[in-house]
């Protein structure tokens, strides 16, 4: 059966091949991997016993969500908004910062599922399900903050078109119903992808599971997928649809969130750059966060030969190419603000740069626009220390991009009698690592019993998986090497047929 | 059954101007009054002591007062507070619940009665008005608006104290009957106010208890011009200032439009519109007046000020010598005390810009003689006094812009000769205001206290002179007691009162009277034990006799005001004429003649640090450290609520060291790239919560303290201005503040006042208000100190405009006064360009409800009402009168010091105070001047006394309201009358709608200020485990009409909608009227738009009601013309080319931050300083948003 430890079982990775044939892509599954082994790969994550740093982690993450999330929750609650540190100047602080940090983390899940599936994305599947994952954790996350900022909790189904006695509708002019709507739709879009996806694969652990009630769960979550070919017809239409589906959602939901700026009237949120850049960051922010959770889940569960060097590579491209575009848009806005010679919006820029909050600028631009220009280097790109520390960055400039936006506009908009310096509490910020807790505590929860990889989805990216698969007519020049399938295990006797 | 109604009372015809209110005398015209006056009051409303707590009238008054209006909220949610409403058993005659009734009454201080009319909920006292009509101008400052809360303080004095400890009311009784068979003699200390009654028992007293004499003392009124006034015109003279005919007006540190009062400034408002008081015609700077100020501190008159000179309190007498000697006038020791050649040069860059200042200032009093009048300031020395009665006296001031009158106060000793003539024989009463223990330098008035016989001290708090007396008695409030007063002029005015003595305190007059109806009591035969002609012991009435019967104090009065020298009339017509005005219309004081000033002036050498002690705008002398609404009021200048501090200029501030570097207004910084950029960087305290001053210690010859320093832009250099009044207890460690605690029933202060501020008074060593400082040094030390405006300078952002009568060089030309009004509308950088509003919808902006009806598509909904706001910053000081009234009118809850401090203080109005200065100078075009190609700064003495401006902010309530769009769940939606409303039970507190507001009108609850209590430790943030004060005795004075806002829940101005709606309902009643008239059915008679559209200006919002300036203009707009609203806003009315009817504008008139389209309902008209061309700073003056833009 399975390794009995993921690690230290799994064979050392070759080297990446350094020498490629002339258009020859490079291969998404190493070391020929036979289909046998990328299921007991991923099915042993499952069912070997958990790393010792599983649970290092996963301890102190339960505490911190339980303590942040759930006794701040209830602090807040009970208390009321004031434990924060927002004021009658700043209205929305560190809360709404989290909020569309965590929807923007939010982003590179959908975008890895849906869009790159549309287009042939063959890459994604070993990083796609992982990403979803994530995505749902961090709406999750992000959920908590609007939910809860409103000051009273309880009225908060007003916010719901249901029919009630008031006869009040909600007004669906408010950006802000727009993105109860769409952060909603997102969610459900994709715990729906997410969990079909996941079908074939639950299928495959049920199989394997002993009698019980794994088994059972398993079972039931599987919803009796026999691996028909009825079934996998009807599986691949309705994934391409739902595919098909959230692609629109990908851009719609920053956009939406980002309108909750933009169509206000305040200098600096007052932009119409604000939905594509938003957009920009989210898959910037969620690419970012794929590496800097998959990085790792790669190395302790020895993923190595099916999250390749090519996927960290693909993804640091898209950093740097989302990073750029977040970078334009910075420097987009300031010129816009200059340009228009409105004096508000001017000044608006000024305060952000120069103004009090002046290091929150500064940690935005290092971090969203200068860190990933490593990755214009390709051995920045091929070294996981630089990637990590690249990607650590990117979220934490992330997080001051929000901050910047909301907090520093609203400690400076249009009346200078109003400006006062926002200070987050011990509650904010409890709160917020309360959320990180939750995240990464969900993550380890979803590696430890849902297939982390796409089993199948992976099978079908080996080259051999193509129907039309023949080596030599995929290779008719001579002294390529030949690709032997995976009949080199079925010599070496290792392969169950 | 039928159920019985009780129809609100009609208001006559004749009652225009105030709304209506009701007074005793009105109801009941029968023999049987003095019977039914004792019934004004239900049954027992009056004692609040802790026996009766449980379902009596105090708890029906909290249920009605807190929880009946929470009900509104928490029935919605999903917490339901368990109360029992218990309706009266029999009813008080005209109270509806939730109606209010008005009566007359005043309320007494020192520099002239305030007349009020006071609204009151099944008899709770909740809101004070003016009650103007006596032709002496009228309105009400913040404090006269706060008095009321001091009637519901829970820290107020309710129990007798002998020696600081709780007392029974029979051992005092024991001591009082001894005074009393004794007949010895008293010393009776008395506030300054004006009592007529006072003034007539005082001298039966001084008969029944031979040897007795009445002092009268007012901690913050001078003692110097107190006795120069004596010697000038007679004892007890008082001299007031009558401004609608002041055409020049000097200034000597005198805060006459603020905490230095000389009679009503509502004249000075008018005067300062220039013939356009309401906005019948443009302004006119030939009718303007002119305001010269000279002072050490920015004061609100400095404010209005057209120039402003800040010099040292020394400089004061010196300048107004110069001027003396300008006018020709000889002062004694003029030669040796002269301003030096380098005082000039600190001053106002050299010496000819001095001798430039003295001679245009000079020459424009002289010119206008007769019309001109120089104020010193009270609380200035002797030399002032004299110079300036000196001055005024060759001006031909007396009898024409100043008139000195003879007060009733004569006869009545000073506080200095009270000191001297105390004796051990002495009984001392201390019945006024004033806390002498505190007040007096020196601490030496408590060993005074207890060198007399006995002394007993009445009043509303237990003080430091309370705890100090041999006996304290709690006092009743004005707002609880019988009494008579006099208002600046002279007008006899009543006090009547609205409820039964809560804490059961007595007045004054009660304390006297009794005084000597126990001295005609027979005491031999007091319980004798000779059953024939055995008397009970008499007992200490307070607010209501025995059985019911009135107060002795009623009694009093009446016998004062059928005194010939008022009424002359006993019948009872003319007293209840008189209750139901609250004032004697014909009555005045009779003026004096002017005595010789002799002016002098001492030589008084100025080097080293001088001190400036200040009246405080929030606690005036520390009488109100108490009250909740003014510690939360911002100082009108420095914007620090709940603290005192050290303000200095910015110069000072850095050689004293301070601060690390001056704090300039308006810095600009080099930014790569941007270059050189106005920057807005943290000030030098920091912001928010972190904001924390840092803490000097003073030295003088008579003490020291310790406090924290703040920068003030205006003030003078080398000098340190001090707010007395704060520091009066504390539970930490702070220099010469008496140790306070929060659980003891009798500390010095209550929970809001404990630990604010501290005790200036400690550095002063006499009487005088400045002094100097020995030492100064910093201890290293921070004291966190609540600023709620963190930023002096509009950043170039022309949100208080300003003009100038001058010639003004702006955007390459010349402009006279007319084209500046004409480009008013053009001012700032953003406005001047903003285009033309097109909008692909329908027309709409803020010309909407002037729809002509046959032409143009008519929005609006409704054609009766469309209201509207115009705030006159011409004549807005900025003295937070508006902002204490809308707490007081919209039960705003106060929030707590360090709430203020992260910025979440719940005020509607917004006092903003904006400083401005020219930073360069400009050419005579108006363009920058250059030299070398370097721009030229203004020089220092300009750019250092920049000129201030007020402008208070709420909700402007856009047409185009940006919160109203934002919002998701429809909670603040526009009405048909054109208000932008808030519902507050469907808002949920996204706080979108305050976020996109660029006012920044909006305040969030963060908490349940109403339910816990924001002032004890921490106690917000336990959440349920906190201390609540649902039901507490500030909650009584509730507005039943306005629902209390729970946690979580936005609010902000709605332009009193509730005044509106009420104003309306009465006026459907013309349905009801005209059928009755008619005969006809009901449903025959027609009922239009014009009958129930209210009479214009009937209808006033509490922020306008209590503006001493009268620059609020509230209305309805559809009144066009009639609608002095409208008149503020328009000129007329033309046809446009396309057939539609549009407004011309008045000039004056411009929206904040008109820009953005948000087409605002309250509208700005710019302030017009008038400045004298011949004056070396004339050039700089006006121009806060022109040459700073």
């Known amino acids: 059966m399975a390794d009995t430890a993921t690690k230290t079982a799994s064979e050392a990775s070759a080297p990446r091949e350094v020498k490629l044939p002339v258009l020859e892509r490079e291969k998404l599954v190493l070391n020929k991997r036979s289909y046998h082994w990328i299921t007991e790969r991923v099915c042993g994550v499952i069912e070997n016993r958990q790393p010792r740093i599983w649970w290092a982690l996963f301890i102190p993450t339960v505490i911190m969500a339980i303590v942040g999330v759930g006794g701040g929750l209830i602090y807040l609650v009970t208390t009321g908004v004031g434990v924060w540190g927002n004021t009658n100047r700043v209205m929305w602080g560190w809360p709404i910062v989290n909020f569309v940090f965590w929807i923007g983390i939010g982003h590179a899940g959908t975008l890895i599922s849906a869009i790159l599936f549309l287009t042939r994305q063959n890459w994604r599947t070993s990083i796609n399900r992982a990403a979803e994952a994530m995505t749902i954790f961090a709406v999750i996350c992000a959920g908590i903050f609007p939910a809860f900022h409103v000051g009273r909790v309880w009225m908060a189904w007003y916010l719901a078109p249901i029919p009630n006695a008031n006869a009040i509708w909600q007004n669906f002019k408010s950006p802000l119903l727009w993105d109860v709507f769409a952060v909603s739709t997102y969610f459900s879009i994709s715990l729906v992808f997410w969990f079909l996806g996941m079908v074939p694969d639950l299928a495959t652990i049920r199989d394997r599971c002993k009698r019980g009630v794994k088994k059972a769960l398993y079972g039931l979550f599987s919803l009796g997928w026999r691996g028909s070919n009825r079934h996998w017809s009807h599986y691949e239409m309705a994934y391409l649809l739902l595919a098909a589906l959230s692609t629109p959602l990908v851009l719609s939901v920053h956009s939406v969130v980002s309108f909750d700026f933009a169509t206000s009237i305040v200098p600096g949120w007052h932009t119409t750059i604000f939905p594509p850049y938003f957009v920009a960051g989210a898959i910037f922010g969620g690419f970012a966060m794929v590496l800097t959770i998959m990085i790792p889940a790669r190395f302790f569960y020895g993923l190595d030969d099916m999250i390749t060097m090519k996927h960290i590579d693909n993804m640091a491209k898209i950093i740097l190419l989302t990073g750029s575009i977040v970078g334009y848009a910075y420097l987009m806005e300031l010129f816009v603000a200059f340009y228009s010679g409105a004096k508000y919006e001017m000044a608006a820029f000024t305060y952000r740069i120069t103004g009090p909050y002046w290091w929150a600028y500064v940690a935005m631009m290092s971090c969203n626009v200068l860190s990933p220009q490593l990755f214009w280097f390709k051995w920045c790109r091929e070294n996981l220390w630089v990637v990590m520390g690249v990607s650590m960055c990117v979220n934490a400039g992330m997080w001051f991009e929000r901050f910047v936006i909301i907090v520093t506009t609203l400690a400076r908009d249009f009346m200078p009698a109003n400006w006062k310096y926002y200070n987050a509490s011990w509650v904010d910020i409890g709160l917020f690592l309360g959320t990180i807790g939750l995240f990464t505590a969900l993550f380890l929860l979803f590696l430890r019993f849902l297939p982390c990889i796409n089993i199948a989805e992976v099978k079908w990216a080996k080259e051999e998986s193509d129907v039309h698969f023949d080596d030599k007519k995929a290779h008719p020049d001579e002294g390529t090497v030949v690709e032997a399938s995976y009949q080199h295990e079925l010599e070496k006797g290792t392969a169950e047929v | 059954m039928s159920k019985r109604i009780w129809h609100h009372p009609e208001i006559p015809e004749e009652d225009e101007g105030i709304a209506s209110w009701r007074s005793v005398g009105e109801l009941e015209r029968s023999p049987a009054f003095q019977e039914q006056l004792n019934r004004e009051f239900p049954e027992g409303s009056g004692h609040l002591s802790e026996e009766d707590q449980q379902a009596s009238r105090r708890s029906f008054l909290k249920l009605m007062g807190a929880s009946s209006a929470l009900s509104g909220l928490t029935l919605v949610s999903c917490r339901r507070p368990e109360s029992y409403i218990v309706p009266y058993k029999k009813a008080p005659e005209w109270v509806i619940p939730g109606k209010p009734l008005y009566y007359a009454s005043s309320r007494p201080r020192a520099e002239g009665a305030v007349p009020l009319v006071v609204t009151t909920f099944e008899g709770r006292p909740t809101k004070l008005e003016p009650n103007g009509g006596h032709g002496e101008g009228c309105g009400t400052d913040a404090l006269t608006q706060a008095s009321v809360l001091n009637l519901y ?713 469309q209201w509207g706001m115009a705030i006159d910053l011409n004549t807005c000081t900025g003295c937070n009168a508006c902002l204490v009234a809308c707490q007081a009118e919209n039960n705003i809850p106060i929030v707590g010091k360090q709430q203020v401090a992260m910025g979440r203080e719940m005020h509607w109005v917004r006092m903003d105070r904006y400083f401005a200065t020219p930073v360069y100078e400009h050419d005579e075009k108006g363009y920058i001047k250059k030299e070398g190609g370097k721009k030229v700064p203004v020089p220092d003495w300009v750019k250092e006394n920049p000129e201030m401006v007020p402008q208070p902010v709420s909700c402007v309530q856009c047409e185009n309201a940006p919160c109203e769009t934002v919002c998701p769940v429809n909670a603040t939606v526009h009405t048909e009358e054109g208000l932008n409303s808030m519902a507050y039970n469907r808002c949920i507190g996204t706080r979108y709608c305050a976020n996109n507001c660029p006012y920044k009108a909006r305040r969030f609850n963060y908490f349940d200020y109403n339910k816990y209590n924001p002032l004890v430790a921490h106690n917000l943030y336990k959440g349920p485990a906190g201390e609540t004060q649902r039901g507490a005795a500030p909650h009584l004075q509730r507005n039943p009409n306005v629902s209390v806002r729970m946690r979580g829940v936005m609010e902000k101005c709605t332009y009193c909608v509730q005044r509106l709606e009420s104003a309306k309902i009465k006026q459907k009643q013309i349905g009801r009227d005209k059928t009755l008239r008619s005969g006809a059915k009901s449903t025959e008679v027609a009922v239009s738009a014009e009958d129930l559209r209210i009479k214009p200006d009937s209808v006033k919002v509490a922020c306008q009601d209590a503006c001493d300036a009268n620059a609020i203009s509230f209305g309805n707009l559809l009144d066009k013309e009639e609608a002095k609203v409208w008149r503020a806003k328009y000129k007329g009315e033309k046809k446009n080319d396309k057939g539609f009817v549009e407004v011309i504008h008045n000039p004056r008139n411009y929206d904040v931050l008109q820009y953005i389209g948000t087409a605002p309902r309250t509208s700005y008209l710019a302030r017009v300083k008038n400045p004298n061309p011949d004056m070396p700073d004339a050039e700089y003056r006006g121009l806060a948003t022109i040459h700073t833009a």
């Open chain 2, 153 to 865: 303080d829970p820290k107020r004095s309710r129990d007798f104290l002998k020696g600081g400890q709780k007392a029974s009311q029979k051992d005092f009784e024991e001591v009082f009957s001894s005074i009393a068979q004794e007949g010895g003699k008293l010393a009776v200390l008395v506030g300054e106010d004006d009592c007529p009654t006072r003034n007539r028992l005082k001298s039966e007293i001084e008969t029944a208890y031979p040897g007795s004499r009445f002092y009268s003392f007012e901690a913050l009124r001078g003692e110097a011009r107190r006795e120069v006034h004596t010697e000038v015109f007679g004892d007890g003279s008082e001299v007031v200032v009558d401004l609608s005919k002041a055409d020049r007006i000097l200034s000597l540190d005198c805060d006459f439009l603020g905490v230095d009062p000389m009679g009503s400034h509502a004249q000075f408002s008018e005067r300062r519109q220039g013939g356009a008081g309401d906005y019948r015609q443009q302004i006119d700077p030939e009718v303007m007046n002119r305001l010269y100020a000279v002072e050490t501190a920015y004061s609100l008159t400095g404010g209005m000020a057209d120039h402003r000179l800040r010099a040292k309190p020394s400089q004061i007498a010196k300048i107004a010598a110069e001027v003396a000697a300008g006018l020709d006038i000889t002062v004694g020791g003029y030669e040796a005390g002269k301003i030096s050649a380098e005082e000039k040069t600190a001053l106002l860059g050299s010496a000819e810009n001095f001798d430039k200042w003295i001679e245009g200032c000079v020459e424009d009093l002289r010119a206008h003689e007769g019309k001109a009048v120089v104020l010193a300031g009270s609380r200035h020395s002797e030399d002032v006094q004299r110079i300036a009665v000196a001055i005024n006296k060759k001006l031909g001031a007396y009898g024409e812009t100043l008139v000195a009158y003879a007060t009733g106060r004569e006869g009545y000793g000073t506080i200095a000769e009270f000191e001297a003539e105390v004796d051990s024989d002495t009984t001392v009463l201390l019945l006024g205001p004033s806390n002498p223990v505190y007040d007096r330098p020196g601490g030496k008035f408590a060993s005074l206290l207890s060198k007399a016989k006995v002394s007993i001290h009445l009043g509303l708090r237990t003080d430091a002179t309370a705890r100090a007396s041999d006996w304290h008695v709690p006092a009743a409030h004005y707002l609880e007691s019988w009494g008579d007063t006099r208002t600046a002029g002279g007008t006899y005015s009543l006090v009547q009162p609205m409820i039964l003595p809560l804490y059961g305190g007595f007045s004054e007059i009660e304390i006297l009277s009794q005084l000597l109806a126990w001295r005609a009591v027979d005491w031999a035969q007091v319980d004798s034990g000779n059953a024939e002609d055995s008397i009970p012991a008499p007992k200490l009435i307070a607010g209501e006799g025995p059985e019911g019967a009135a107060s002795p104090a009623l009694a009093e009065v009446r016998k004062t005001f059928a005194l010939p020298s008022n009424a002359n009339d006993e019948s009872d017509t003319a007293w209840k004429e008189a209750l139901k005005n609250g004032y004697l219309q014909s009555s005045s004081y009779s003026s004096v003649e002017v005595g010789d000033p002799a002016p002098m002036l001492t030589a008084r050498k100025s080097d080293g640090i001088e001190l400036n002690f200040l009246a405080d705008a929030s606690v005036w002398d520390g009488r109100y450290i108490d009250n909740g609404w003014l510690q939360e009021a911002p100082d009108p200048i420095s914007k620090l609520s709940w603290d005192n501090a050290a303000l200095v200029s910015p110069k000072t501030a850095k050689s004293l060291g301070v601060y690390d570097a001056v704090q300039e207004l308006e810095p600009e910084t080099d930014v790569p790239l941007l270059g050189k950029v106005k920057n807005a960087p943290k000030p030098l305290i920091d912001e928010g919560q972190n904001a924390a001053a840092p803490m000097v210690r003073i030295k003088t010859a008579a003490g020291r303290m310790e406090i924290p320093v703040l920068v003030a832009f205006g003030h003078a250099d080398d000098c340190i201005s001090i707010a007395l009044g704060y520091g009066q207890g504390a539970s930490d460690k702070r220099d010469g503040v008496e140790p306070a605690s929060e659980d003891d029933a009798h500390a010095v202060v209550g929970l809001v006042g404990i630990n604010t501020g501290f005790n200036a008074n400690q550095l002063r060593s006499g009487a005088s208000f400045s002094g100097v400082a020995a030492d100064v040094a910093r201890t290293g030390e921070r004291y966190a100190v609540a600023l709620v405006q963190e930023h002096n300078a509009m950043n170039g952002r022309a949100l208080a405009r300003e003009i100038s009568t001058g010639e003004v060089g702006y955007h390459g030309k010349t402009l006279p006064f007319e084209k500046q009004v004409a480009k008013v509308r053009e001012q700032g950088p953003v406005d001047s360009h903003a285009p033309e509003n097109i909008s692909l919808y329908k027309r709409r902006g803020s010309t909407t409800w002037e729809g002509d009806k046959d032409k143009q598509e008519d929005l609006i909904s409704d054609k009766i009402h």
